[in-house]
């Protein structure tokens, strides 16, 4: 008895060590994964916008200021696209048109940086905060022949993404916004109950760790949403422990 029980414990520490190094290395994946996809979606909206930035009938009513042509050509394009927020810049990055009803000045302040990057680059792609909700966006300029404007256009940061994460990788993601000093929940994979548990943490899991949620063990990362910046979105990783013991425990 005193033998079985000696090999029973060096046994269970010997799969908690190998489930924690195969979870960590899962995480690692995941965690490249998560950024390749959003390369693969920052390009893909590039191209989208880049049609409605080189139409001839879009230029001209930039050109000559005609408003209601401009917010018809972004309604209807961002409708072909699936585009949630489709705005025309200024060359100082402030918002002529859009289809979002928030704050103009808000709007162009959080699309500063990316912006820049374009201004420096031709064009970009990554994640901003617009009127607290984020969004996956392509900017590119609109030339006349000497740029004229801008074109942002993106889609809502949210469970879509999440899901069709879960979907590839097995993993759960969830998305979080920093909010007054403290993060706020978005959107998950995670059943309600988890998430809801995930949502009243203190604090968002800067370094990997294990936490327990509704019951259920989890493997947590935390990631940036945007590979390319740091910002004010970011992204949880999470690793269902329980299921990856549920075949040791078994045997």
Known sequence: LLMQAATLLITDVAVDRAVNRQLAARLDVGDRVWHQLQVDRGNELTQAVSALASDFAFREAVATGDASTVLSALLNHGRRIGADASLLLAGDGSV???TLDGDPTGQAKALAPLL?????RGNSAGVAVLDGAPYSLAIVPVMAPQRIGWVAMGKRFGAQATRDYRTLTGLDAAIVVAD????????????????KALAGMADVPRQARTEALAGRNFHLRMTTADPARAGAVDVVLLADVDDAMQ???RL
């Open 180 to 195: 007054a000093g403290r993060w706020r929940l978005v959107a998950t994979s995670l059943a309600a109950t988890q998430a």
């Open 247 to 249: 075949p040791y425990q």
């Open 96 to 98: 002529l048109a859009g």
């Open 116 to 120: 820049a990057e374009a201004s420096a």
